[in-house]
């Protein structure tokens, strides 16, 4: 029985949680569905979009194709990139201002969009509701009856009215939580699943130990950007005697590598490849999420499962995550000073009850987010999707 073409669609680059959830939709589908990969940004091979899965799924970016298409895109992309010292693969100066000022580059990857779309059954958007892209390929899809879903990345605050015409035309939306679900529920009558994050690093994440002691160790891993407020918590432990492990990459970078330098308790790790992130779980006993604005983020699933306490702003999926322990820990989305007084707590807490704590963190994990739980949501989502 031929398997029905699914295209998974977006910004995707090489490393960063929207690309992790890439990877985790196309897992849940691949075995029962032809899914390919496309980036509408530089991605390359080494992304965690398509880690460990680049032999099952078909994968390129819109640049890519179209470097791989035209001789002339390809010269002069290939004079960019020996200007450029060639810092990325060629295709990665495909954009640049002769091509879109002789070669009508921007009209010209519309069309590698539309030539490609025309091939699949069914297309996933795992996108923020302003991306590049978005009006294009949900018209096109809804005029060539092709289904389209949207996976929303990024907190919904609101839905414009130019927009709200051309999102009724999406035949499924899925949501990280039911905070964004009703967001969006506030502008728009839409049809909707929820469905929330798993750990690629399930099987080694929940072989780690519980175990708790004194001094506690606390962790950061994710993006090194304003809107996590890394700086913030970086400069507070800094000024404390409480041990801090960073982890992960981002503009804020030699920000945060001066901080770690002047200070005895922070240590700034690097990048975590995917495959180590149990590594960095090993190391901490609290992980701390002081994002402004998050979806998930999967980091917070990852400490569950890793049986991890979880220090966090109430961001995201994260309320609904943790709704049903009673000793939550919850600090101030526009003070991180207040997670002085949660310190203090913790340092209260007998190991005893800290290990109760984080068992039940594990205990959710395995009930609602487990890959065999996400998997089969995503599964019955799409078959349900693609039969009506």
Not at 113 to 123: A, N, Q, R, S
Request: net charge positive; charged share 25%; aromatic share 10%.
């Amino acid at each position: 029985m031929k398997k029905n073409n699914i295209l998974i669609f977006g910004p995707f680059g090489d490393f960063g949680g929207r690309d992790v959830e890439v990877n985790i939709i196309a897992r849940a589908l691949l075995d029962q569905y032809k899914v390919d990969i496309v980036s509408s940004e530089y991605m390359t091979y080494g992304s965690f979009a398509i880690k460990d899965i680049a032999y099952k799924v078909s994968h390129t970016t819109l640049d890519k194709i179209l470097f791989d298409n035209s001789i002339l895109i390809k010269i002069l992309a290939l004079l960019n990139a020996c200007k450029h010292g060639f810092k990325n693969k060629n295709y990665g100066y495909v954009s640049n201002q002769f091509s879109k000022k002789y070669l009508d580059y921007h009209s010209k990857r519309k069309q590698v969009l539309y030539d490609l779309l025309k091939t699949y059954d069914l297309v996933i958007l795992p996108v923020q509701l302003s991306t590049q892209f978005l009006k294009e390929t949900i018209l096109f899809c809804s005029d060539n009856n092709i289904k389209i879903v949207i996976r929303t990345t990024g907190t919904v605050f609101n839905v414009s009215k130019n927009i709200n015409s051309l999102l009724k035309k999406v035949d499924l939306f899925i949501h990280h939580s039911k905070s964004n679900s009703d967001n969006v529920t506030k502008y728009l009558r839409h049809n909707y699943k929820i469905i929330d994050q798993c750990t690629l690093k399930e099987k080694d994440l929940l072989q780690l130990n519980i175990n708790k002691q004194h001094p506690l160790r606390y962790g950061y891993l994710g993006r090194l950007s304003e809107e996590k407020q890394i700086l913030q918590i970086s400069q507070l432990f800094a000024d404390i005697d409480v041990p801090l492990v960073i982890a992960g990459d981002g503009p804020q970078k030699e920000k945060v590598l001066s901080i770690a330098k002047n200070s005895k308790n922070v240590k700034y790790l690097g990048l975590i490849d995917s495959h180590a992130i149990d590594d960095f779980f090993n190391e901490i006993d609290v992980l701390i999420i002081a994002s402004k604005e998050e979806t998930g983020p999967l980091v917070g699933i990852e400490a569950m499962a890793a049986g991890k306490l979880i220090v966090s702003t109430k961001v995201g999926a994260m309320p609904e995550r943790l709704e049903s322990i009673k000793e939550s820990f919850w600090f101030d989305i526009e003070d991180v000073k207040t997670l002085l007084p949660i310190i203090d707590q913790l340092n209260q807490t007998s190991v005893k009850d800290m290990e109760v704590i984080a068992l039940k963190n594990r205990e959710i994990y395995l009930d609602k987010y487990s890959q065999h739980n996400i998997f089969n949501a995503y599964l019955s989502a799409i078959k349900n999707c693609i039969k009506h």
